[in-house]
């Protein structure tokens, strides 16, 4: 079974870069696609971005247009999520996830596989 294992999450100052990563092991990697959603107490998860392990096509949330981007390693089987300008309201758990298929999904009830998440906290 595919595991994912996030890391990275730390404390920052609003206007500050930060990058995230997800390993990924335990899974033919070209068979699945790719995202990375945020949730903070009380609220549902919220898509941030994704891609497909195969061609590297992207797609993103409206709000993350200009600031964030995913990509992924193939030979280091990483997926990454570069973000910039972070903003207080950036402050979340970030967690990575999978689905098997190449269709870009920005719905949370399509990705069947999760990691456990990494704490980011903009300060102002």
């Known amino acids: 079974q595919i595991q994912l294992v996030e890391s990275g999450g730390t404390l920052v100052q609003a206007g500050d870069s930060l990058t995230l990563s997800c390993a990924v092991s335990g899974a033919t990697i070209m068979d699945y696609s790719m995202a990375w959603f945020r949730q903070v107490p009380g609220k549902e998860r919220e898509f941030v971005s994704a891609?497909?392990?195969?061609?590297?096509?992207?797609a993103h949330a409206n709000f993350v247009t200009g600031r964030f981007a995913i990509s992924r390693d193939t030979e280091k089987k990483t997926l990454y999520l570069q973000m910039n300008y972070l903003k207080p309201e950036d402050t979340a758990v970030y967690l990575c996830?999978?689905?098997?298929?190449?269709?870009?999904?920005?719905?949370?009830?399509?990705?069947?596989?999760w990691g456990q998440g990494t704490q980011v906290i903009v300060s102002s």
């Open positions: 996830a999978a689905r098997r298929g190449q269709v870009l999904s920005s719905m949370l009830q399509q990705y069947t596989f």
């Open positions: 891609i497909t392990w195969l061609t590297g096509a992207p």
